[in-house]
């Protein structure tokens, strides 16, 4: 067997330290009015109270013990999947959300859902090059990204022969105009294809995409938005 390359056994060698480092202390995170969340290890329990130490500078806090989370082992840092967490907990959400985003991963999956940050800057995420990273490729062969869920959508429109919905909800400005555009700009460059179904439209969300397909919007009284590609076709496959 070839020997690792240097650099894969540094990465090696650290994530060994850092699960090591982990392994001494009872790691949890601690809710923060300024910052969320912040971690440290608990030195003491006592009448429901934990006492522990802030990793950052070392402070000791008086905490009740079901104000504590626990923490994940180092390995689970940026899990493309947060469902995958072994302590599945707001605070671990958040930090997992949180160290994604600081490398430039705005999107996350939470099981069958996908999450995405508004970054409010442009990102090179939506080139043709990426578009066809996603064609015909199943979830986990590429990182989160809301292609994904469009391909997904249009693969089961062909395997299922129905309908799909896709449902983009979030509060004002978190961007799910932002990412309706998006479904829409993937589906309209892979309908392009050879054998994509003849499409009506009935409702575009864009003029220059109009032809593309057929969008149906439903915007409910509850604010949640909901767009839905409506597919009529012969005999087609994805
Ligand atoms: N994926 C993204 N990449 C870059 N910028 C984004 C992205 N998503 C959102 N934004 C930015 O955030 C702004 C607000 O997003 P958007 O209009 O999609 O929010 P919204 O959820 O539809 O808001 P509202 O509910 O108020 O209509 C956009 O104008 C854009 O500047």
Redesign the pocket.
């Known amino acids: 067997m070839p020997a690792p390359r240097p650099s894969q056994s540094a990465e090696a060698a650290r994530a060994a330290a850092a699960q090591a480092e982990f392994n001494e202390k009872k790691w949890v995170w601690v809710p923060d009015d300024k910052d969320g969340y912040l971690a440290g290890w608990v030195v003491r329990e006592e009448d429901d109270v934990g006492e522990v130490v802030m990793a950052a500078g070392g402070e000791i806090r008086k905490v009740p013990i079901y104000a504590l989370s626990k923490m994940n082992p180092p390995k689970f840092d940026r899990v493309d999947d947060i469902a995958d967490l072994t302590f599945l907990n707001e605070a671990s959400v958040v930090h997992n959300l949180r160290l994604r985003f600081g490398s430039g991963a705005?999107y996350t999956y939470s099981g069958l859902f996908l999450v995405?940050i508004?970054?409010?800057?442009?990102?090179p995420?939506?080139s043709d090059a990426i578009v066809h990273q996603y064609r015909n490729k199943r979830r986990d062969e590429n990182p989160p990204h809301?292609f994904a869920v469009a391909e997904r959508a249009w693969v089961n429109m062909g395997e299922e022969r129905e309908n799909q919905s896709i449902l983009?909800t979030?509060?004002?400005?978190?961007?799910?105009?932002?990412?309706?555009?998006?479904v829409i700009q993937y589906l309209a460059a892979i309908a392009t294809d050879a054998h994509a179904p003849s499409l009506t439209p009935s409702h575009s969300q864009s003029p220059s995409l109009a032809g593309a397909g057929s969008f149906n919007t439903v915007v409910p009284a509850s604010?949640l938005?909901v767009w839905r590609p409506h597919f009529e076709g012969p005999s087609w496959s994805p």
């Not at 508004?118 to 990102?123: C, F, V």
């Not at 979030?170 to 998006?182: P, R």
């Open positions: 705005i995405a508004n970054p409010y800057q442009s990102l995420l939506y809301i983009i979030g509060e004002s400005g978190a961007g799910k105009t932002e990412s309706t555009k998006k604010g938005w």
